[in-house]
Nanobody, 115 residues
């Protein structure tokens, strides 16, 4: 089992920055991939960025390339978000997949960028 806990969401004006943190605990040695998804009101949950734990593979959604940066240290996954836009408003979820292909999700953290 892997437990994920997000923090760092909030209210920020357009053009501002936020850093989200995902703290993983439990059987973290079994995790293969970690990443961030987001879900805006009335929309589906979409991938923002993900990284492989044992390689340098990282992938970003086109909408955030050049503005968001994923990084990791030990059991923490970070999402540095710069030049935030109103369309970035969503609940952001941390996600992990382990060696058994089991999905784990955090509880989500709200990011709001007003028009």
């Amino acid at each position: 089992q892997v437990h994920l806990a997000e923090s760092g969401g909030g209210f920020v004006q357009a053009g501002g920055s936020l850093t989200l943190t995902c703290s993983a605990s439990g059987n973290i040695n079994s995790v293969l991939f970690m990443g961030w998804y987001r879900q805006a009101p009335g929309k589906e949950r979409d991938l923002v960025a993900l990284t492989a734990i044992t390689t340098s593979f990282t992938n970003y959604a086109d909408s955030v390339k050049g503005r968001f940066t994923l990084s990791r240290d030990n059991a923490n996954l970070y999402l540095q978000m710069n030049d935030l836009k109103p369309q970035d408003t969503a609940i952001y979820y941390c996600h992990a997949v382990d060696r058994t292909r089991t999905d784990y999700w955090g509880q989500g953290t709200q990011v709001t960028v007003p028009q």
